[in-house]
C-alpha cells in the first residue's frame, strides 16, 4: 500500500517533485479537462476557517475541472476542532471522500489532520505557510521568465508571516536566490532561515536576510509585496502602514530590479500601501496570470498527490 502523501509545508515537495508538480501544472492549463483524477464524481472537502475569493474559487473550480465534486465547509458550518476532535474528524473523513483541503490558523492542526487521514492532506493556507500560492507563484515565473533557477527573487514587507516563510522556501527548492527585506522585528524566524539555507544548499539558490529593500531589490527577476495588515490585524492598521512604507513597492523601487522585472502579488491588494496602482496596473505585474495560476497549480498538486497516494492512476504524472 502506498504511502499516503500530503502538502502541508513548501517543502514536503523535493525540488525534483516540485519542477515535476509545475510541468504538470503547466499541461493542465494547456488541457483545462484532459485530466479527471476525482472521475466519479469523487468528493474533495475543502474548509475554511478564514473568509476567501482566490482561494475558494480556485479549489471549487479546479475539482470540478478534475472531475470532482467540491464540497465547501465554512468553519461555523461543522465540527472540525470544536466538538469533535481533529483526529477523529480526520478518520471519518477519510472514509468519505478522497482529499481534505483546509485553510485554517494553526499548522499544528494540519499536522494532526494529516497524521490521522488514509487521503491526502492540502494546506489551503496556514499562519505559518501559503505553499498552494507559491506553486501558482513559481508557474507565473516558469511563465514569463523560461524558467526558475538560477534568477534572484525579492519578497519586500511583512516578512514575518506565513507568505515570507513560503517564498524562502519554495523559492530556494526551485533554485532561486531568494531575498527577503523588512524592517528589524518582522523577519523570518531563525528556524525559517535554517530550513531554506539547506534547502539551497542542495538546489544552488540562497537566502538574503535583510532591513535593506534597496540592496534586496538590486537587479531582481522578481519582485513580490504581501499586504501589510493580514486577517486579525486590523487594531495595527495605522501603525503598521507606517513602519513598512519603506517596502513599498512602487516606481522608485522597480528602477532598482531589472528592466524586465516582473512583479507579483497573491492579492487582494491596497493600491498606494504596500504597492502603486502605478505598479500594480503597469506592464511589469503579472499579477492576474498569477491569480488564475491558482486554478492550475492547485489542480496539479491534487493531482499528484492522489496518484503518489496511490489512490489514481495516469501514466502522465511523473513522481
Known amino acids: 500500500m502506498s ?5 502541508l509545508t513548501d517543502l514536503d515537495l523535493s525540488p525534483a517533485e516540485q519542477s515535476k508538480v509545475l510541468d504538470l501544472a503547466a499541461a493542465m492549463k494547456a488541457d483545462k479537462y484532459g485530466f479527471t483524477p476525482y472521475a466519479g464524481p469523487q468528493t474533495v472537502a475543502v474548509f475554511f476557517d478564514k473568509t476567501s475569493t482566490r482561494t ?12 470532482g465534486s467540491p464540497l465547501i465547509i465554512n468553519s461555523t458550518d ?15 473523513l477519510a472514509r468519505m ?20 487521514s488514509t487521503v491526502p492532506v492540502i494546506n489551503a493556507l496556514s499562519d505559518d505557510y501559503h505553499p498552494c500560492q507559491l506553486l501558482a507563484d513559481l508557474l507565473t515565473v516558469r511563465e514569463h521568465k523560461g524558467k526558475t533557477a538560477g534568477l534572484t527573487m525579492v519578497y519586500l514587507g511583512d516578512s514575518a508571516n ?16 531568494v531575498r527577503i527585506a523588512g524592517p528589524e ?7 525559517i532561515i535554517a530550513a531554506a539555507q539547506i534547502r539551497a544548499e542542495e538546489t544552488g539558490g540562497s537566502v538574503v536576510i535583510t532591513t535593506d529593500a ?6 531582481a527577476d522578481v519582485v513580490v509585496t504581501d499586504t501589510w495588515v493580514s486577517m486579525g490585524q486590523e487594531d495595527e492598521k495605522v501603525a503598521r502602514q507606517k513602519l513598512f512604507v519603506d517596502y513599498a513597492v512602487d516606481a522608485e523601487a522597480m528602477k532598482l530590479a531589472k528592466d524586465d522585472a516582473i512583479v507579483l502579488h497573491c492579492l487582494p491588494a491596497y493600491r498606494g500601501y504596500e ?11 503579472v499579477v492576474f496570470d498569477e491569480a488564475e495560476n491558482r486554478v492550475h497549480a492547485q489542480k496539479a498538486i491534487m493531482t499528484w498527490l492522489m496518484v503518489a497516494s496511490g489512490l489514481a492512476q495516469d501514466p502522465r504524472v511523473e513522481l
Do not use: C
Not at 461543522?78 to 471519518?92: F, N, R, Y
Not at 494553526?106 to 499536522?111: I, K, V, W
Not at 522585528?185 to 528556524?191: D, H, N, R, T, V
Not at 502603486?276 to 506592464?283: C, F, K, T
Open 3 to 7: 504511502l499516503t502523501r500530503h502538502f
Open 56 to 67: 475558494r474559487v480556485s479549489f471549487h473550480a479546479g475539482i470540478a475541472e478534475l472531475g
Open 78 to 92: 461543522s465540527q472540525l476542532g470544536h466538538k469533535e476532535t481533529i483526529a477523529d474528524s480526520a478518520q471519518v
Open 97 to 116: 471522500v478522497s482529499t481534505i483541503v483546509w485553510r485554517t490558523y494553526a499548522q499544528s492542526g494540519l499536522e494532526e489532520m494529516a497524521a490521522n
Open 162 to 177: 506565513n507568505m515570507a516563510n513560503s517564498y524562502l522556501l519554495a523559492g530556494v527548492t526551485a533554485g532561486m536566490h
Open 185 to 191: 522585528g518582522y523577519l523570518p524566524s531563525a528556524e
Open 214 to 219: 534597496a540592496q534586496a531589490l538590486e537587479d
Open 275 to 285: 504597492i502603486s496602482a502605478e505598479v500594480l496596473d503597469g506592464p511589469q505585474s
